[in-house]
Nanobody, 125 residues
Framework: QVQLVESGGGLVQVGGSLRLTCAVS????????VAWFRQAPEKEREYVAG????????TYADSVKGRFTISRDNGKRTLFLQMNSLMPEDTAVYYC??????????????????WGPGTQVTVSS
């Protein structure tokens, strides 16, 4: 069982930065993948970035490559999403998610069984 709670959202101007945090609790974190998804108003939830908790390759949606960075602090059991050069189209509720480690495609939302409640990010122009 894994519990996730996001924080760090807010209102930021175009070009600004935010760092989202996800507190992760539960057993056997070394055996999970973690990811960030987002959902804008009237749109489907979409993949943003992901990684295995034990480290290794990180993956990103094309829309955020070069601007967003996913990382984690194993000792603090915290997942991060550093977001730079924010644009209005980044406005969404951001969710962290987890699943048992898998070789499957990380961007497939249905493979994640654990979700946080989400945090709102609003980018004003």
């Amino acid at each position: 069982q894994v519990q996730l709670v996001e924080s760090g959202g807010g209102l930021v101007q175009v070009g600004g930065s935010l760092r989202l945090t996800c507190a992760v609790s539960g057993n056997s974190l070394s055996s999970i993948d973690v990811a960030w998804f987002r959902q804008a108003p009237e749109k489907e939830r979409e993949y943003v970035a992901g990684m295995a908790w034990i480290g290794g390759v990180t993956t990103y949606a094309d829309s955020v490559k070069g601007r967003f960075t996913i990382s984690r602090d194993n000792g603090k059991r915290t997942l991060f999403l550093q977001m730079n050069s924010l644009m209005p189209e980044d406005t969404a509720v951001y969710y962290c998610a987890a699943r048992p480690r898998s070789v499957g495609v990380r961007s497939t939302m249905g493979t994640y069984g654990y979700w946080g409640p989400g945090t709102q990010v609003t980018v004003s122009s």
